[in-house]
T-cell receptor, first 115, second 112 residues
Framework: DQQVKQNSPSLSVQEGRISILNCDYT??????FLWYKKYPAEGPTFLIS?????DKNEDGRFTVFLNKSAKHLSLHIVPSQPGDSAVYFC??????????????FGKGTKLSVIP | SQTIHQWPATLVQPVGSPLSLECTVE??????LYWYRQAAGRGLQLLFY??????ISSEVPQNLSASRPQDRQFILSSKKLLLSDSGFYLC???????????FGPGTRLTVT
């Protein structure tokens, strides 16, 4: 049972336009959400996060929106640049039985920004 | 600043051979440590996590084991590899009480 879903495996966007990546979750125990960017053959890089008590967090060209009632979050990249082409993973955090936070990842969305 | 290292970067091993992947973290103390696997076309699957030396929790029963002999060292092992163990193995760390995890460069394992 997938608790974090990224329903679009891929997305193509023209350079300079907005990229919107979506993520849905099912577990109400998730209280923190993160986006990671991953290039081929490299480890994921932390991009931006949001606490469940907020509905928006912005960092430069990247904004994450959280709709807690719909259990939905999205990552907006504007303007999109060719260097943004990568796989983007959505992750949700919950406290584990051992007392540390664990992340549950979606399967990723491959973003291609076309020059 | 903190850095995380993994080695080797790539590995090709025959079925039935042993495995040892190493991960070390610098610039922090008492981190939480994690091993993930990314199979082709799949997301990141948590395999093991550790909140301290010799404290390992397993998420998925399988052919692999993990150990943490030192505070900033995390090792992933297998006595006999299976074909299904092929994948991209990632080590990550987080601060105690922190949500954000920071990943190493990964090890590409191919079992033949």
């Amino acid at each position: 049972d997938q608790q974090v879903k990224q329903n679009s495996p891929s997305l193509s966007v023209q350079e300079g336009r907005i990229s919107i990546l979506n993520c849905d979750y099912t577990n109400s125990m998730f209280d923190y959400f993160l986006w990671y960017k991953k290039y081929p053959a490299e480890g994921p890089t932390f991009l931006i996060s949001i606490s469940s008590i907020k509905d928006k967090n912005e960092d430069g060209r990247f904004t994450v929106f959280l709709n807690k009632s719909a259990k939905h979050l999205s990552l907006h990249i504007v303007p999109s640049q060719p260097g943004d082409s990568a796989v983007y993973f959505c992750a949700a955090s919950a406290l584990s039985g051992a007392g540390s936070y664990q992340l549950t990842f979606g399967k990723g969305t491959k973003l291609s920004v076309i020059p | 600043s903190q850095t995380i290292h993994q080695w080797p970067a790539t590995l090709v091993q025959p079925v039935g051979s042993p495995l040892s992947l190493e991960c070390t973290v610098e610039g922090t103390s008492n981190p939480n440590l994690y091993w993930y696997r990314q199979a082709a076309g799949r997301g990141l699957q948590l395999l093991f996590y550790s909140i301290g030396i010799d404290q390992i929790s397993s998420e998925v029963p399988q052919n692999l084991s993990a150990s943490r002999p030192q505070d900033r060292q995390f090792i992933l092992s297998s006595k006999k590899l299976l074909l299904s163990d092929s994948g991209f193995y990632l080590c990550a760390w987080s601060e105690q009480g922190g949500h954000e995890q920071y990943f190493g460069p990964g090890t590409r394992l191919t079992v033949t």
